[in-house]
């Protein structure tokens, strides 16, 4: 005779709790995914066009002639040109040759941080973007740049807590206003709801998929 079956009354709390890190993975990637653009297509207002444009077939690819220009607009110029093209390591060069030059802006700084932080240095990237926050404390994007950092990069989501609350109270009108809240509500979620190491949640997911698969006809 088979013993009955009896109720796992833990079984609706792991599913929820199942749902819950689901949910939360989808969540945060889409935030991630869409943090990380808005950083990428963030380029400061710093771009320098003292040149007319190159023809619009050639405009986009064509390297920028610089010959006119003086050795820090030139490297801002080329600078610019590199982090459209995601050639970081390039922009980097360029970036740090503008601010030795004399053109040393929250803006240019900023930038240069978003080109370390892309070639996976987030600890540099970090010290540009703190440096750019006491250049000039109303630099929107490298306040919410360092927020990513922290929550996307750097895994330290409890560093970003201050930065929000000092995003939402210096930028109320800010266009990213929704994604700095929609962040800050994750971390707290998170904390709240003290959730399984992640290295447990795959665990405990495989486990539950494991046993309904048992459980089938």
């Known amino acids: 005779m088979n013993a009955p079956i009896g109720n796992n009354k833990s079984e609706p709390s792991t599913r929820q709790s199942l ?21 990428t297509s ?7 066009h ?10 986009f690819n064509a390297t920028p002639d610089v010959s006119g220009l003086s050795a820090d607009d030139a490297a801002v110029v080329l600078g610019n040109f590199a982090y459209d093209h995601q050639r970081w390591s390039e ?20 930038d240069l941080g978003n080109a370390l932080r ?24 490298s306040l919410f740049n360092q927020i990513s950092l922290f929550t996307e990069i750097l895994h330290e989501p409890t560093r970003a807590i201050p930065l929000c609350q000092e995003f939402i109270r210096r930028f109320p009108t800010s266009d990213k206003l929704p994604v700095v809240q929609q962040q800050l509500a994750r971390i707290r979620n998170a904390g709240d709801s003290n959730p399984l190491p992640d290295t447990q949640n795959r665990a405990k997911l495989s486990e539950w998929l494991k046993e309904q698969q048992e459980r089938k006809p």
């Open 91 to 110: 922009a980097i060069r360029q970036y740090e040759q503008a601010i030795a030059s004399g053109i040393d802006t929250a803006d240019v700084r900023t």
């Open 50 to 59: 003292p040149l007319p444009l190159s023809p619009p077939a050639t405009a």
């Open 118 to 141: 892309f070639s996976g240095q987030p600890d540099k990237a970090l010290e540009q973007y703190t440096i750019a926050q006491r250049m000039n404390p109303q630099h929107e994007n």
């Open 19 to 39: 749902w819950n890190y689901i949910l939360t993975a989808v969540v945060s990637a889409a935030v991630g995914a869409g943090t990380t653009w808005l950083i």
């Open 42 to 48: 963030q380029r400061s207002k710093s771009e320098f």
